[in-house]
């Protein structure tokens, strides 16, 4: 028996060596800026939020970071109607949540019916999933087995099933006591947390650092067969100052770090010696603009306006928006911030959409003069140097950015465009928040006159519905609209319901082509400069594969170390 089992010992021992190196263990160590504001993914509308919310939950499909079609994922298939009005999805058998509870039907229907539907549930969510202002008829055939009936032909939908799935088990109290909009904040115990992804959030320690823990129960296998994900851990530090993550970087505290274009230079020559690679992936995604408070709504405590019926009269005025577009010097900012590794933006969408990017927006060139005579053709004067609207009152307002490290170089721009104002004649008071707090006066408070902030992006424009259609949530300029405030976002309206039913996608295509052509008209958002995406990584990592879609970890499960010793 004994000769037996020594003999087991050595075969396994030669069959993992056929099998090549052994890839499990270790951890990588990245960095965020700022604390999650809340783990509850349906109410998450920060990326500090959904740097965590993307590890720990996922969705019945996918989408291929290179090809960016849509892939399965919790749904193992699906099958279509050919009127493409019904949908029904065969989920996979062997996905487990953290608790060791299998995922069937029923977290399905929850996730949409109970949470996504719900009307005490605020979730810009819901502004996705709904069509002609009508919802999905979401239904269980058996465990495994689930139907989308759709009001029409949705075009987006198969790419919007990306949604992550939440755990009814868990959440449905929550639901029934009307508390789930504050279940899982950030003071919930990090194993209360279930979801179905790779890592679990194993530890939190706020202003500090994210631990998560391999998943053991994770459903995935590699092309070797072999259970994933592969490291132990991921560490997230929070590291607020982009210079003590640079400097942390360096001195190989970090394993990989987004390269701001100024650090460009500095660690490029770095590569060989400390061990690390640079990867450029293309043009950002995601934008950065400045926009200004229109919300002529009466904030209820205090009965006072949430702006300033003069300010709102500037903010309100299409020549003042596109006077401020006109003035800032996008060249110069692209040099100065990105050490010339960024590109122009003049409407929503990015180069790297592919597809449905329009490249023929109205362009807002850096011309002082023009933005002048823009502000003049809008109703103000200037006085000694300084702009005054038709009433005589000074213009000037309060332009709020947040530090981060995702978008380091938020706060210098903001300087940068101050200055810019100021040849126009205009003061802008520059205030420097916590992104959280930038998030909380922009969805809730809506205590502000203008910011630069950033919206991520992709290649189907439906999901920036709720940015766009005058009821969404994130129609930051003037949300919740209960009609529409203006003919142009009417249309808008109307071009996001037509193009969702329109399935020949040149038509589709003709459709946002129109939409980034009023955004870039209207200005609602006055977009600036999008950055060349860089990563720096260290020459640890086996299965690497930066994306420009998805970013230099969008297979976190399957990248290993090569060598544990290095």
Not at 105 to 125: G, H, Q
Not at 220 to 244: C, F, H, T, W
Not at 351 to 363: C, E, I, L, Q
Not at 530 to 551: Q, T
Request: contains cysteine.
């Amino acid at each position: 028996m004994k000769t037996f089992l020594i003999f087991l010992a050595v075969l396994s021992f030669t069959l993992s060596a056929w099998a090549g190196e052994n890839r499990y263990g270790g951890q990588i160590v990245l960095s965020t800026a700022s604390d999650p504001k809340t783990f509850n993914e349906i109410v998450a509308n920060e990326t500090s939020s959904s740097v965590v919310t993307s590890i720990l939950f996922e969705g019945l499909t996918k989408e291929d970071p290179f090809t960016l079609k849509v892939v399965p994922n919790l749904a193992r298939s699906w099958e279509v109607s050919k009127d493409g009005l019904t949908w029904t999805f065969y989920l996979r058998h062997d996905v487990l949540w953290f608790d060791g509870t299998l995922l069937t039907a029923d977290d399905v229907v929850f996730t949409f019916r109970d949470l996504i539907y719900n009307p005490k549930v605020p979730t810009s969510a819901k502004d996705i999933f709904t069509v002609d202002g009508k919802e999905f008829e979401v239904t269980k055939v058996d465990d495994y087995t689930v139907v989308f009936k759709l009001p029409k032909k949705f075009a987006p939908f198969l790419r919007s099933m990306t949604q992550p799935i939440l755990p009814k088990h868990c959440l449905e109290q929550s639901v029934k006591q009307g508390k789930f909009p504050f279940t899982w904040g950030i003071d919930t115990p990090p194993h209360d947390i279930i979801g179905t992804g790779p890592f679990y959030l194993d530890e939190y320690r706020p202003g500090e650092r994210m631990v998560f823990e391999r998943n053991p129960h994770y459903w995935k296998r590699s092309a070797r067969g072999e259970n994933l994900p592969y490291l132990d851990k991921i560490v997230y530090l929070i590291i607020p100052d982009p210079d003590a993550a640079l400097l942390k970087f360096i001195d190989g505290e970090l394993d990989a770090i987004d390269v701001q274009g100024p650090n460009y230079p500095l660690l490029k020559p770095l590569e060989a010696r400390k061990n690390f690679t640079m990867y450029e992936t293309g043009p950002d995604f995601g934008s950065s603009f400045v926009v200004f408070n229109q919300n002529p709504g009466i904030n209820p405590q205090t009965q006072r306006p949430y702006v300033d019926p003069v300010k709102l009269s500037w903010f309100e005025n299409v020549n003042f928006r596109r006077a401020v577009a006109y003035s800032i010097d996008k060249k110069k900012m692209i040099q100065i911030l990105f050490n010339g590794l960024g590109y122009p933006q003049d409407g929503p969408m990015s180069p790297s959409s592919g597809f449905f990017y329009n490249p023929h927006v109205r362009v807002y060139d850096y011309n002082l003069d023009k933005a002048k005579k823009t502000l003049q053709k809008g109703g103000f004067v200037y006085r000694d140097g300084s702009l005054y609207d038709s009433g005589r009152h000074r213009v000037e307002f309060n332009l709020y950015t947040s530090t981060s490290n995702q978008n380091a170089e938020n706060v210098q721009m903001a300087y940068m465009i101050r200055t810019d104002l100021e040849k126009l004649g205009i003061k802008v008071n520059f205030l420097a928040v916590e992104f959280n707090t930038l998030v909380a006066k922009l969805m809730a408070s809506y205590d502000w006159d203008a910011m630069i902030i950033g919206l991520t992006g992709g290649p189907e424009p439906h999901f920036g519905k709720n940015v766009w259609t005058s009821s969404g949530q994130l129609h930051m300029w003037n949300p919740k609209q209960r009609k529409p405030a203006t003919a142009w976002e009417k249309r808008l309206d109307e071009i996001f319901d037509q193009a969702a039913g329109e399935l020949d996608e040149n038509k589709r295509k003709a459709l946002y082509d129109e939409f980034q052509m009023i955004a870039a008209d209207e200005v609602p958002m006055i977009y600036t400069v999008l950055a060349a995406d860089i990563y720096a990584i260290r020459n640890r990592f086996g299965n690497l594969r930066p994306s420009a879609y998805a970013g230099a970890f969008h297979n976190i499960e399957e990248i290993y170390i090569r060598n544990k010793d290095q």
